[in-house]
């Protein structure tokens, strides 16, 4: 199905695939759909994630010591596409997995389980002719990522090629937590919009209510991801799930509270 918010703002919540296990990545995944998150990120374990912060490496890591392959990860967005069939699923991943994987095969997997589109971290849109190629083979949306310091000429080329929505980053450097946003997120995103229509998700960084609230003032959707990851690790494994559905519901609370 397209990739759609049907809420303002739309939450794109991050989840390491396998940490701490398939099975709990499933549930916590259908957890966070039931409880108003728009669109789930499948992170693919990958043993170099440079673009992310410490709480997504350790999880990566915990993730790898288990073994979580690509194939685990296509096999559970499967089961989370049979019990959600309505709700937006993205693979996030780096490059290598996918080119070890084999990029037309790839393409092929990732549409028979499901998937609506890829956000292939390092691959950039210069570079991105065969990927977008075959991931238009099967009809998976293109996510690229979109940086403060991203000149207008990529911007615009972005805007072109990716489909789904655009995914802004809020600041320069990896993720993470941080207290308070940059000026430099409702900046990126205006220029964004100057050549899409695509929702634009804002994320690194965004970890609570107030974060969400300040993302809905300029963007469309918020992308939740060090902040669940740290909540899954730091929770019992039967536990997670019930945890990130009452975190996901305290999100919105701030404009719930506005509109009566």
Known sequence: MPIRFDHKPGLVVYITAGDPSLGVSRDVAIAAIDAGADVIELGVP???PLADGPI?????????????????VLGIAAEI??????????????LNPILRHGLSKFADDAAAAGVDGVLATDMIVEEAGEYLAE?????LAPIFLAAPTSPDERL??????????????????????????????????????RW???????????????????????????????????LIASS???????????????LRLPQAALAR
Request: glycine share 8%.
């Open 46 to 48: 990958f043993s170099d």
């Open 56 to 72: 997504i490496q350790r999880a990566m890591e915990r993730a790898l010591a288990h073994s979580t392959s690509l194939n685990d």
């Open 81 to 94: 596409r049979a019990a959600r069939p309505a709700a937006g699923l993205v693979l996030f991943s780096y």
């Open 135 to 139: 991931l238009a083979r099967v009809n």
């Open 156 to 193: 615009e080329a972005i805007a072109a090629h990716t489909k789904g929505f655009i995914y802004a980053i809020s600041r320069v450097g990896i993720t993470g937590t941080q207290s308070n946003l940059t000026n430099d997120a409702a900046a990126l995103v205006a220029r964004i919009k």
């Open 196 to 230: 899409s229509k695509l929702p634009v998700a804002v994320g690194f960084g965004i970890s609570n209510a107030e974060h969400v609230a300040q993302v809905a003032e300029f963007a469309d959707a918020a992308v939740i991801g060090s902040a669940i990851v740290e």
């Open 236 to 250: 019992a494994p039967g536990e997670a799930p019930g945890a990130v559905a009452r975190f996901i519901k305290g």
